[in-house]
């Protein structure tokens, strides 16, 4: 099955909302194994509508609106759906019934033009509203069939989880089994990561393997087509295992978890607490720590330690150290990371130390120079970065690199 | 003139990342004055993206692209748009120094796919990407034009800007100024922003009024549509100015800067220092203020006390308050501020102690409790809130109220 999107709503072609109803829909029929090629907004307007639907049933078994079933003069999808399959609308009493009721619910007077949400296309399926006043709507006609969902995304989940799911997967016998995983890579780039599974993304057919990069994560995404889900399991297990003889070290999540969770997971598990010294992070690495719900089990203590003053007086930095050597290097790190782990007196200390720009670079110091520090019981080791990006950019790079460094010491493998 | 958008990727039709590109560019467009009447969506296919490609041409006069740039075979959107114009790629040395400058920056191996984002269509305009490695292109055949901008939403609007507003705009003579303000507003929900300039909203037609909500902020969009950039500014100033007398104390900032930005300017101006103590915030509060490039100068240090010892041990939170009134609590949440601003040695000092949940509520103390302290030199102020929502959002909601009560503070306002 071929299905086509289309969005209606002059709002979504001057801006001014974010179209989420196209990927909800979407993700969703990726997971009911319905093909989608195509997905187009359009305006309300009667022949740009007609012009799009006619396009999308020529190429689509199913073709999905969402938008233009309000009671305004605007709202145009019904009608002029019917119309390309050459139906005209008739008042449909229960529907009618119901909006009455929700008004009368509501303690509100209906208005004429409201009548208009119970004009139902000759010989349609009625799709109710759990959450709204607008009914949605099945027409079939051949093999085509167009489905209209209401604009708001709240009401148009409802209805599509609610009627247009059972419907669809009755219609279509739907009985295979759609299935991802997602594993989460952090510490090489999209190409260089591209580079090495090259032969399993050209030869790919089921599972897929899709890559997404994401707030510097790369995200590559596993789905399955299978007749149950344990063998949609197997076939994604024997694939993810073949990727992680490739680029296992990089891995450090499957599907939700982020660095800050995996890496207090690990903590927990080794009964170890944690404390942070930041300087160009600025209260990013404490921040994701405790994001995560419990994290107050092994995240005792972060300090931002902006200036020079700070790193000496609160973590016992050595004034001879900033002054040869500056606030950004080896040595500042090493001494920040282990002073937050004297200070907080935590099992690990973690710091960062850099220069986010755009100003503070030097020619021997270029702005992206990163030295994080990892201060575990029985040795400190410390990493020296140049990122690139701006400041935020170079910022969030750190962050993360910092927070897998603690993982990969944990694990006890080093970068 | 008439515009047409494609984006392409078929991570949007699989619903994996929401399409905020067309949702930025179509905005853009309406302000230039540019119709737009279809948005298409297509996957990394050559066939289909040649048809959406060909479609859009036969009914506008510029097609946009977004997406397919990158490296990896998938990128074909520049290929594909040059075979609709009958043209080859071709290497555009400049570009590909571009790309091996910045891999050399950064100190990394560039591979040999990546000489695939220098290939240029014979002829072509070539938009410099100043926030990544692929360049843009512009196309003209005949009365059409075609422009490939990248897909990452922070490199695609950054080349929307530098280089495609600018070539519109001296291709199409558009000579009439489009000028936007940015009310930027916190510390009141859109419903009731509404009702406060409600009848300005009915009755805009130019400026135009648009409200945004994001990031618990909300946005007041102030766009004129005039002869010259003087006419243009009068008419926001004006239409400011009403608003203003409505809701000025929650208008913070003025087109781009942040509360941590307005709030470091006022620091600046009255030569004040900060540090901060934060608990449920975990660092998010240090994290805004550094964010800002020259925060040095007024942020001296923050502290994330997730634990009572942490407090007590460094912050000298007396024991007895937090084990007579708890850790969240106003009195706490006084002692850390004051802590933290003798600690080091600032002339302000920003606590925040809370319940962001899910875990750690009782029946007197609900999750979204929320004490934020404000010790200013003379004298130090508690505010007590209960926020809604997820645990980020509770946290994201404090750390920006605590912000907002800083610049307050400075402002003498209060609350």
């Not at 590559?220 to 993810?240: F, Y």
């Not at 296992?248 to 939700?256: D, K, R, S």
């Not at 007086?313 to 004297?342: D, F, N, P, Y």
């Not at 040795?379 to 935020?392: A, C, L, N, P």
Request: proline share 3%; net charge neutral; glycine share 10%.
């Amino acid at each position: 099955m071929i299905a086509e999107l289309i969005s209606t709503g002059s709002e979504l072609l001057l801006g001014q909302v974010v179209n989420t109803n196209a990927q909800y829909i979407s993700a969703r029929l990726a997971e009911l194994g319905i093909h989608l090629f195509f997905q187009t907004t359009v305006g309300d307007n009667r022949v740009r509508m007609e012009k799009a639907l006619s396009t999308a049933l020529g190429r689509a078994d199913i073709v999905i609106t969402t938008g233009g079933l309000g009671p305004t003069l605007g709202d145009i999808t019904k009608e002029v759906s019917s119309g390309v399959f050459g139906r005209t609308l008739e008042l449909h009493e229960e529907s009618l019934k119901r909006i009455q009721a929700v008004f009368a619910y509501r303690g509100l007077k209906m208005t004429e033009n409201n009548i208009r949400q119970a004009m139902i296309p000759q010989g349609a399926i009625v799709l109710p509203n759990n959450r709204g006043t607008a009914p949605g709507v099945v027409m079939e006609e051949g093999n085509k069939i167009i489905i209209n969902l209401p604009g708001p995304p709240y009401e148009m989940q409802g209805m599509f989880e609610d009627a247009a799911v059972p419907y669809l997967t009755a219609k279509y016998g739907l009985k295979q089994v759609i299935y991802s995983r997602v594993l989460r890579c952090f510490g090489l780039g999209e190409s260089s990561l591209e580079e090495e599974i090259k032969d399993l993304l050209k030869q790919q057919s089921n599972p897929t393997i899709a890559l997404l990069a994401r707030e510097r994560e790369i995200h590559i995404r596993l789905t399955a087509l299978a007749d149950d889900v344990a063998q949609a399991d197997s076939m994604l297990g024997s694939l993810e295992e073949v990727i992680r003889t490739r680029i296992g070290q990089y891995i450090f999540a499957v599907n939700e978890d982020t660095l800050a969770k995996v890496a207090g997971n690990l903590l927990v598990e080794r009964k170890c607490t944690v404390a942070c010294a930041e300087s160009c992070t600025g209260g990013m690495i404490a921040a994701m720590f405790t994001d995560v719900p419990g994290s107050s089990a092994y995240f005792v203590q972060g300090v931002v330690t902006y200036t020079n003053e700070a790193k000496i007086k609160l973590l016992k930095v050595k004034e001879h150290t900033i002054s040869r050597q500056g606030a950004v290097s080896e040595q500042t790190a090493r001494e920040m990371a282990e002073g937050v782990r004297s200070l907080a007196g935590t099992d690990v200390g973690l710091s960062v130390t850099g220069i986010a720009g755009p100003g503070g670079a030097t020619e021997a110091k270029p702005v992206g120079l990163v030295y994080i520090g990892v201060a575990m019981p029985d040795s400190t080791s410390v990493y020296k970065y140049v990122f690139s990006g701006d400041r935020s950019s170079i910022r969030l790079y750190a962050a993360k690199t910092a927070l897998d460094l603690l993982r990969r010491n944990l694990l006890g493998a080093g970068t």
